[in-house]
């Protein structure tokens, strides 16, 4: 028989299911309204991306947000970074992005933003799920109903300033660059394509930026699902390529001569040209690589780690007050002082800064790099396991040290194996890395065979 699974899950970021069995409306609208129950009466941001279930989420999300007392801002379709950073620039109660983000189209999600658009902490999102499950939700009288208003211009405009006041956008427009654009039809279609050609002087060989349109790729931009991007950059002569996911969080950078740069080795890059400017502290995840201590190291600067997730990284990056951090598996790019959340924009401009100031190529930046051998893979996942997999793992590399934050993280001088539960799917993410390519495969090789055993 058929293990049936269960494509619905509660997380660090919201709430995010397969639409239809699993994420319905009336779910959509209860959980709204409990999140408006949560941060009380006000307004409230509503934004999302550009799959078809969208506006119907949109509406449910409305209703619940109605019903709690709150007033409804629709931005329409924004990037989830330009969203939060607009939460915060409006004095919102908070706000929510209808995105399921790098999860394929049959997907999408609730992300919930605080006051500050940030990702809610462990403790208001234990609240807020023990809110929902109660169904203990405020219910607004009729003279108690707020209003729906649409501020679909502001956002994006809000986003770009703030990103360029850190770079010499000057310098980046005088070098003339020719940069080939895959926004998957997303949420960043046309706001990247403004960005980049308008703002920054760009010319633009765009690939797929109709927001109008399916996605043309895989969500989840890696070097596997950017071929055409590749070719394209190759053909027309760019000095760069750019991809993101349908809510535009992650970055994919391909150099110019078509080779599709590691997730890890973008965010060190970005890192590199932070700290050069302004050396400080460093936060990411896990399973990012350890290129970033190596990076961090040329000025003195201490790196930290937590677990997997946005809201992990920006709690710590923001006790710590670092200056920068990120997910490197994932392209996701922390800059703080634009605003505490990943955002491809800040990506594209540090990097594109970088080569106006250097004049060198995106492949003479990466060379630069100390070199590591990443190997990573997904594989179906029922949460009982786990605990035995991680078991077998420890009596297998008694040797290694040993981090349990986040799964298991098995870690050597020279190389390092996570295994974890997805915070997204219901899936298993094995991640490897070693200094050479034949580490890294036996490795890898010998992890896949613990865990399918």
């Known amino acids: 028989m058929k293990v049936r699974q269960h494509k619905l899950k509660i997380g660090v970021s919201g709430i995010r299911g397969e639409v239809g069995e699993f994420l319905t409306p009336p779910m959509a609208c209860a959980f709204a309204q409990a999140f408006g129950t949560y941060v009380g009466p006000g307004r409230v941001v509503v934004g999302r991306d550009t799959r078809p279930h969208g506006p119907m989420l949109e509406h ?64 208001e999102r234990s609240e807020l799920i023990d809110l929902y499950h109660q169904s203990n939700f405020h219910h607004a009288t009729n003279d108690a109903i707020g209003w729906v208003h649409a501020d679909y211009g502001r956002p994006a405009g809000i986003h770009i300033e703030r990103v360029l006041a850190h770079v010499d956008k000057d310098r980046i427009r005088r070098a003339g660059f020719r940069v080939a654009v895959d926004a998957v039809n997303g949420a960043g279609s046309e706001m990247t394509v403004e960005f980049l050609g308008e703002y920054l002087g760009c010319e633009l060989v765009p690939l797929a930026v109709d927001p109008h349109k399916p996605f043309p790729r895989v969500a989840e931009p890696r070097p596997d699902t950017l071929g055409e991007l590749a070719a394209a950059v190759k053909e027309f002569g760019c000095h760069a390529g750019f991809a993101q996911d349908p809510d535009a969080d992650r970055l994919a950078v391909v150099a110019e001569n078509g ?32 290129v970033i201590e190596d990076v961090a190291r040329r000025y003195g600067c201490r790196v930290h780690r937590t677990p997997v997730g946005e809201a992990n990284v920006v709690e710590r990056l923001l006790a710590t007050r670092a200056v920068i951090g990120g997910e490197g598996s994932n392209g ?42 990443r190997r990573q ?31 298991l993280k098995l870690i050597w001088p020279d190389r390092w194996v996570h295994v974890r539960a997805s915070n997204t799917e219901p899936v298993m993410r094995i991640a490897v890395e070693a200094r050479s390519a034949e580490e890294a495969e036996r490795l890898f090789s010998e992890v896949q065979g613990i865990v399918a055993s």
């Open 60 to 123: 449910a999300v409305a209703c619940g947000l109605l019903a709690a007392g709150c007033d409804v801002v629709r931005v329409g379709v924004q990037p989830t970074p330009t969203i939060q950073i607009y939460v915060a620039n409006r004095g919102a109660r908070g706000g929510l992005a209808i995105t399921a983000s790098h999860n394929p189209p049959e997907y999408n999600a609730l992300k919930l933003f605080n006051s500050s658009g940030l990702f809610f902490n462990s403790y």
């Open 259 to 290: 080779r599709v740069l590691d997730n890890d080795d973008v965010l060190a890059l970005v890192v590199d040209a932070v700290l050069e400017k302004q050396p400080g502290d460093v936060v990411v995840n896990l399973t990012t690589s350890a």
């Open 332 to 373: 996701g790019v922390i800059f703080p002082a634009v605003h505490p959340c990943r955002d491809s924009y800040t990506g594209m401009a540090f990097l594109l800064d970088r080569m106006a100031a250097t004049g060198k190529t995106v492949s003479e930046l990466a060379a630069g790099l100390p070199r590591y051998v």
């Open 377 to 407: 893979t997904k594989v179906a996942f029922e949460h009982g396991p786990l605990g035995g997999v991680m078991q077998a793992l420890e009596e297998r590399y008694q040797g290694a040290e040993t981090d349990r934050r986040d799964g």
